[in-house]
């Protein structure tokens, strides 16, 4: 007997299932698989989602199973080149540190032409439970059986669970079934987390491969070590969106015992399926990787799920970075055992000792400069390059501290280095920075990878820099003068559609790196000129460059990094857009810039790992053994991720700039995922930090080896540290804590200087204050800011701990006293000031 469709539907409705000669179906509330017996096999005839009252079908449902197999390993070389959109072969001969990544990233596995593909629809297809179906097909090399599932707990989900045995020897990859394909006229995103996203297909494929400037249009297979959140997923213009989300503890494990583990490869991830038509696919195991490998009558199963979301690409992300990879209960693990306010003083320390902090005095041009050493990869340097980081850290530490080692010994030196770091003479760069590095031996300044002159970095290291020295010191005129001649360079070299080139050639003044566009936030410059120097016309600069910047990033999904070191791949400059715009919004009050500052946070969400599931697993971490929680990437965020960042073999960053950012986001949008990502970067580091020094390793791989060759990150470390904490008090304190925000730092991303003015605290105004000597606290998850006026001292108490903390608290030669704070709770307390 032939059922009609709403018959078969009625079924069930009732049932949970429904079975003909013909029909085998899935269906509950939320979601309805309908597939139908045809001469190529069981084919799905329909995928819907419950959109309010409403069925809404993915248009091209199918059904359709791929393995991959190969007789053989299949080569790890790269058997094509590819080209930029001006014709240069990528990534360039100069890019030595982007080579191996590219080369892996273009052999025939991770293009996905390795291996023979048998694609087939199964023949045997049963009802196997109430609300479960099973599929079974023979092939040349293998048998694979399927079984699927609706989640119980969580109705949107469909459980896959997919077994292969083999026939024959050799390796396999099975490939998720493709339960439907989207056409491009339907699109309206495609992610893979951590890769790239965008609303288009991009037709060169180093743009969208590279860069993430829109969608590649092969089907390529992107590794777990850079995929953020383990869930391709696609949404389409009838409001749905379609992911695929591997099982938890299916991915590579980044320190799975006693060593690194960051490159194993054990799923490919893809928005595509073999045949390149838009489908999010998982591939497990990947071909050629140890766990293909199988003899004849060996078997392999993984499990995953589908996920079919009323709502867009960011709604579906949430469900699996919480409901499937317990985001939450990973954050409730973290305890400190050195408070973040102790950090800060002990860095203060560490950075006032020029043996420790690795500063150097230097003459120039008849001026003593100061800049610490750096030690990373510069063209040209004979480990004599000098670097300063963020200025405005610099100038609140010692305001806050009234520290003379730091008013006299460090901020004149490094006032005039940057003085002498920008170029005055009349000509094409004046008002720029020379480079970002100062070479001692040789007497110059040099930029990090070649002799380039970038738009955004005369926004950083002119603009930033000074902007931020001028919030403390307003009346200096020579920074004015300087700061002047910055904007009007930034001014001149603005085009007429509101956009900057990305680089100059020193030497020919020519633009150069014309394949790719400066999606960055260089606009910024503007607002640091308007704030400081009140000319109306930088405003409308800024307002131009940001409008740009909407319709050719935020809208698209693509952004550009800053680290010339990295040719440029996408880094935390994303974040950093997002607080440009909430500046600007500040600004003017136009809504479109607050529109923008949230949609790109939300995209930096995607630069933050939330995998594995952290866990009590006790590991050995050279030669100590820590919880595996203490040494989890969930939470933090990239340098750069992508195909050929530095997270593809080092792993994330301890620098976790964008978490004031996230708190600020938190406080305007309630979506959790800000507030939880900020708390996870920031809680419970300690096994990224140097006992000794109280400074945090850049790269989690170098895990607490310190500065390293980066001292002057520790600034950078004071500057985000401090920001978040204030953001935590005005958060919680429902503003009655807040202290006015200055400028972000230069490239690291979005934290902002303090301390340049009083802020208000329950309704007095006080200026931040830093005394190490003058509280104590017993309870190391509970961190405090000190603030003070004219008769008051006020101990702003914050609980990092998403438990509740029992602490006593001294303050002075009162007497200790015992508290109780909630989970990420506020106390103020409010002391005579005596001594201030």
């Known amino acids: ?219 390529v297979v992107y590794r777990e070590r850079c995929a953020s959140t383990l869930s391709p997923m696609i949404s389409t213009k009838n409001g749905l969106t379609l992911s695929v989300i591997p099982e938890p503890g299916l991915a590579r494990d980044p320190w799975a015992n006693d060593k690194i583990t960051q490159i194993d490869w054990n799923i490919g991830l893809s928005h595509m399926n073999r045949k390149a038509q838009l489908s999010p696919t998982l591939y497990f195991p990947v071909l050629g990787e140890p766990k293909s490998s199988l003899k004849p009558g060996e078997s392999i199963s993984y499990t995953f799920r589908y996920s079919l979301t009323n709502g867009d690409w960011f709604k579906a992300l949430n469900h699996t970075v919480y409901d499937i990879y317990q985001f939450k209960e990973s954050l409730a693990l973290r305890q400190s055992k050195q408070s973040l306010t102790d950090r800060i003083q002990k860095m203060h320390h560490y950075l006032t000792d020029p043996k420790t902090s690795l500063w150097n005095v230097e003459e120039f041009e008849g001026k003593k400069i100061g800049a610490q050493s750096y030690l990373g990869g510069v063209v040209g340097s004979n480990k004599d390059a000098m670097k300063n980081s963020d200025y405005g850290a610099m100038w609140m530490l010692a305001t806050a501290t009234g520290d003379s080692l730091l008013t006299k010994n460090v901020l004149p030196y490094a006032e005039n280095f940057k003085l002498v770091q920008q170029e005055t003479n009349n000509g094409f760069f004046k008002g720029a920075v020379e480079g970002q590095y100062y070479l001692a031996k040789s007497k110059k300044f040099v930029e990090e990878w070649g002799a380039v002159v970038e738009p955004i970095a005369l926004t950083y290291y002119t603009l930033l820099d000074i902007g931020n020295m001028l919030l403390f010191e307003p009346e200096d005129q020579e920074l004015k003068e300087r700061l002047r001649f910055g904007a009007e360079r930034l001014l001149t070299w603005q085009k007429p559609d509101g956009s900057w080139a990305v680089a100059y050639d020193k030497k020919t003044e020519q633009e150069i790196f014309k394949d790719v566009q400066d999606v960055r936030p260089t606009f910024y410059g503007m607002i640091v000129a308007h704030r400081i120097l009140k000319d109306p016309k930088y405003l409308a600069a800024a307002r131009k460059g940001a409008d740009w910047l909407i319709k050719n990033a935020v809208e698209t999904g693509s952004f550009l990094g800053v680290c010339g070191d990295a040719r440029y791949a996408p880094d935390f400059a994303t974040g950093q857009s997002a607080q440009a715009f909430l500046d600007l919004y500040d600004l003017t009050k136009d809504e479109r810039y607050k529109a923008a500052a949230i949609t790109s946070a939300k995209l930096y969400t995607t630069s933050i790992y939330t995998h594995p599931i952290a866990s009590h697993k006790l590991k050995t971490v050279n030669g100590t053994q820590k919880e595996d929680w203490e040494i989890s990437q969930a939470g933090l965020s990239f340098e750069h991720g992508g195909i050929f960042g530095s997270a593809t073999r080092l792993g994330p960053i301890q620098l976790a700039s964008h978490a004031g950012m996230f708190i600020r986001m938190y406080g305007l949008t309630k979506e959790p995922i800000f507030a939880d990502m900020a708390r996870a970067a920031a809680i419970g580091r300690d096994a990224f930090v140097d006992p000794k020094t109280s400074v945090a390793s850049y790269y989690w791989q170098a895990m607490n080896r310190g500065a390293g060759p980066y001292p002057h990150h520790a600034w950078w470390q004071v500057g985000w540290l401090t920001d978040y904490l204030l953001a935590e008090a005005e958060l919680r304190s429902e503003g009655k804590v807040v202290f006015p925000r200055g400028f972000v730092t230069p490239k690291v991303g979005p934290h902002q200087t303090y301390g340049f003015a009083p802020g208000m605290v329950n309704g007095e105004k006080a200026s931040l204050l830093i005394d190490e000597k003058l509280v104590k606290i017993n309870n190391a998850s509970v961190d405090y800011i000190l603030a003070k006026s004219e008769n008051k001292v006020f101990v702003i108490l914050l609980n990092n701990s998403a438990q509740p903390s029992d602490f006593q608290f001294t303050a002075g030669s009162q007497k200790t006293v015992s508290k109780k704070l909630p989970p990420f709770g506020l106390e103020v307390v409010t002391l005579e000031n005596k001594k201030y």
């Open 1 to 219: 007997m032939k059922y009609s469709l709403s018959v078969v539907l009625g079924l069930i409705s009732l049932t949970g299932f429904a079975q003909t000669a013909k029909q085998l179906s899935l269906s509950n509330g939320k979601v309805q698989l309908v597939w139908e017996s045809t001469a190529a096999g069981w084919r799905l005839q329909k995928v819907a989602a419950q959109k309010g009252k409403q069925w809404q079908t993915f248009a091209q449902a199918s059904g359709e199973n791929t393995v991959l197999y190969a007789a053989e390993k299949p080569s790890e070389l790269p058997q094509q080149t590819f080209k930029t959109i001006t014709g240069e072969e990528f990534p360039g001969e100069h890019y030595h540190y982007q080579t191996k990544q590219w080369a892996e990233s273009t052999n025939p596995v991770s293009l996905n032409t390795a291996g023979q593909a048998t694609h087939f629809f199964p023949k045997e297809g049963k009802q196997a439970g109430k609300n479960s179906l099973t599929f079974r097909q023979e092939t040349e090399t293998a048998t694979v059986s399927t079984e699927w599932s609706l989640d119980p707990k969580f109705p949107q989900d469909i459980v896959v669970k997919q077994t292969l045995v083999a026939k024959k020897g050799g390796y396999f990859s099975l490939a998720s079934p493709s339960i439907a394909t989207v056409a491009e006229p339907n699109l309206a995103w495609a992610t893979v987390p951590g890769y790239f996203q965008g609303n288009a297909m991009q037709p060169n494929f180093v743009l969208a491969y590279a860069y993430g400037h829109g969608i590649p249009s092969l089907p």
